[in-house]
């Protein structure tokens, strides 16, 4: 049995010058840097401010977190959805207890909660010990990988509405009672998701991936859906085979998006930010975990598009969504900066 790894994760003077007199003298060398340095730097910031924000892992300075909650969609709770919850963990007991925290604290009336550890020698049996009366079960076995961690969850659970949140990511406040009663609301919605918070090892805010309207043509390009905000629907796990691939190592919620997309299932994206992803240096990829990584996307994209695209042919079929997200990553930051 290979060695368990921890989850992946599908990085002069400053004063202006002032205006000469009539006739003054002017230097070159003194007018010229103080004249288009501050151009040059106006430049770079709107630039900056245009680039797309989804993809980069740290867009700014560590902040504290600062997001609106997703609405109160007025479902009473006779109607909503019982949600099943997971999480695949491994050596993360640093992080488990904040993960836990933030899925406990939802305090979703119709929730199953599991935690699968294939076999950490840290601090996680404490922690799941601290947790073990308000978890619907967890377990610590050696396993055969991160999907398979997943799988063997999920038997143990029977949720009309399922997810998994890796052991050092997060839900934010509100996330599951938006997700359920969005489901309750919409019965033809199979697959929702929503916006991203990045975080730190501090937890702090370094970045926001803010996503467009779903579109089903992109997604067999490539995959920008934030694992942490998924969420699907039961009779669709069943529909598609009920199981994550255990032969990916990488690409496994993608590969688990294209099998729903090929069953016929209706997406939605939701317009709030549901969860967080850790950003922190046991995340960073080897150059065997590139080549591994890549190879998936490149058998990915050829059995589901039935050719191997260029990067090029890559970048100008998601041009155009970039291009929405960006202007909805304006939106959102016009609506939380004027309230």
Same mark, same amino acid.
């Given at each position: 049995?290979?060695?368990?790894?921890?989850?992946?994760?599908?990085?002069?003077?400053?004063?202006?010058?002032?205006?000469?007199?009539? &006739?003054?003298?002017?230097?070159?060398?003194?007018?010229?840097?103080?004249?288009?340095?501050?151009?040059?730097?106006?430049?770079?910031?709107?630039?900056?401010?245009?680039?797309?924000?989804?993809?980069?892992?740290?867009?700014?300075?560590?902040?504290?977190?600062?997001?609106?909650?997703?609405?109160?969609?007025?479902?009473?709770?006779?109607?909503?959805?019982?949600?099943?919850?997971?999480?695949?963990?491994?050596?993360?007991?640093?992080?488990?207890? @904040?993960? #836990?925290?933030?899925?406990?604290?939802?305090?979703?009336?119709?929730?199953?909660?599991?935690?699968?550890? &294939?076999?950490?020698?840290?601090?996680?049996?404490?922690?799941?010990?601290?947790?073990?009366?308000?978890?619907?079960?967890?377990?610590?076995?050696?396993?055969?990988?991160?999907?398979?961690?997943?799988?063997?969850?999920?038997?143990?659970?029977?949720?009309?509405?399922?997810?998994?949140?890796?052991?050092?990511?997060?839900?934010?406040?509100?996330?599951?009672?938006?997700?359920?009663?969005?489901?309750?609301?919409?019965?033809? %919605?199979?697959?929702?998701? &929503?916006?991203?918070?990045?975080?730190?090892? @501090?937890?702090?805010?370094?970045?926001?991936?803010?996503?467009?309207?779903?579109?089903?043509? %992109?997604?067999?390009? #490539?995959?920008?859906?934030?694992?942490?905000?998924?969420?699907?629907?039961?009779?669709?796990?069943?529909?598609?085979? &009920?199981? #994550?691939?255990?032969?990916?190592?990488?690409?496994?919620?993608?590969?688990?998006?294209?099998?729903?997309?090929?069953?016929?299932?209706?997406?939605?994206?939701?317009?709030?930010?549901? $969860?967080?992803?850790? %950003?922190?240096?046991? @995340?960073?990829?080897?150059?065997?975990?590139?080549?591994?990584?890549?190879?998936?996307?490149?058998?990915?994209?050829?059995?589901?598009?039935?050719?191997?695209?260029?990067?090029? @042919?890559?970048?100008?079929?998601?041009?155009?969504?970039?291009?929405?997200?960006?202007?909805?990553?304006?939106?959102?930051?016009?609506?939380?900066?004027? $309230?």
């Amino acid at each position: 049995m290979p060695p368990r790894q921890p989850p992946r994760k599908r990085q002069t003077s400053s004063r202006s010058p002032s205006r000469p007199a009539c &006739g003054a003298r002017l230097v070159a060398k003194d007018v010229s840097v103080p004249q288009t340095a501050p151009k040059i730097a106006l430049a770079r910031r709107i630039v900056r401010r245009c680039l797309p924000r989804i993809g980069a892992l740290r867009q700014y300075r560590p902040r504290p977190i600062k997001v609106s909650r997703p609405p109160d969609l007025g479902v009473s709770a006779e109607r909503l959805p019982s949600i099943s919850l997971v999480t695949p963990s491994f050596q993360q007991g640093h992080f488990l207890r @904040q993960t #836990i925290q933030s899925v406990l604290e939802q305090n979703y009336p119709r929730l199953e909660y599991f935690v699968q550890d &294939g076999g950490s020698k840290d601090e996680s049996a404490a922690v799941l010990q601290e947790f073990s009366a308000r978890l619907t079960g967890w377990e610590i076995a050696p396993d055969r990988g991160q999907a398979h961690a997943i799988n063997t969850a999920f038997r143990r659970t029977a949720g009309e509405i399922m997810g998994w949140i890796n052991s050092d990511d997060l839900l934010l406040s509100g996330a599951l009672l938006y997700v359920g009663q969005f489901f309750a609301q919409n019965p033809d %919605v199979a697959v929702l998701y &929503g916006n991203r918070v990045l975080i730190d090892e @501090q937890g702090r805010d370094i970045g926001r991936w803010i996503l467009p309207r779903h579109d089903d043509g %992109v997604l067999p390009w #490539i995959d920008y859906v934030p694992q942490e905000t998924l969420f699907w629907r039961r009779s669709l796990w069943d529909a598609v085979g &009920g199981h #994550i691939d255990e032969s990916l190592q990488f690409a496994i919620d993608w590969d688990l998006l294209l099998r729903f997309q090929k069953a016929g299932a209706r997406f939605a994206h939701a317009r709030h930010f549901l $969860g967080a992803f850790r %950003v922190h240096p046991e @995340q960073k990829t080897s150059a065997q975990n590139l080549t591994v990584g890549a190879h998936e996307v490149a058998l990915l994209r050829h059995k589901y598009l039935g050719f191997k695209p260029t990067t090029l @042919q890559v970048n100008r079929r998601v041009f155009g969504y970039l291009v929405s997200h960006m202007f909805e990553h304006a939106r959102i930051l016009i609506r939380e900066r004027t $309230g």
